[in-house]
């Protein structure tokens, strides 16, 4: 059965945990609980493979949560496709973007890294950039000064910005997500 890599981009360790950095991460967490609701089951226990990812299978989905540092991404994703056997185009990479505001996400097939080092760290790793993004809005929409996103992507995320990204992953949940095999 092919099933869809759902692959949550972040950096690991409880301090950096609830970061901007780690929208992906928190993305894949939220819908992993999210689609096991949805099909009354319990909620999904990440297993760690090989110290560079961890998983949690559901349906026709696995979901992903890269174990190594943002900018190493593509170990992770490449021991993840190796591991189940899958290609690019099964593949959906969830990640932080400072160019979109927050409260909003893209979604595409293909194209380039856009300086986003997970991402670059994906395609030199992996050889292709065709694979699905979901790039989800970290940057304040209103700014009076624009922030350099090494500024900012550290930082805890705010109560209500958590709230904003709530709202995200579930429109990410009823709208982006690939149909499953």
Known sequence: MDQTLIIGLGNPGPELGETYHNAGALAVQWLAEHSAAEAGSDTPTFRAHNGTFAYAKLGGYIFIRPLVFMNESGRAVRDAMKAF?????????????????????KRAAGGGSAG???????????????FTRIRIGIREPNETRRKK????????????????LDGVFQKIFETALPAPF
Do not use: C, Q, Y
């Not at 991402?119 to 030199?124: P, T």
């Open 85 to 105: 056997r899958a290609d690019a185009d099964r593949v959906v990479v969830i990640h932080d973007d400072s160019d979109i505001p927050i409260g909003e996400f």
């Open 116 to 130: 986003h080092k997970g991402i670059n760290s994906i395609i030199d790793h992996i050889h292709t950039e065709a």
């Open 149 to 164: 996103a090494a500024d900012f992507v550290l930082s805890p995320i705010t109560a209500a910005d958590k709230k904003t």
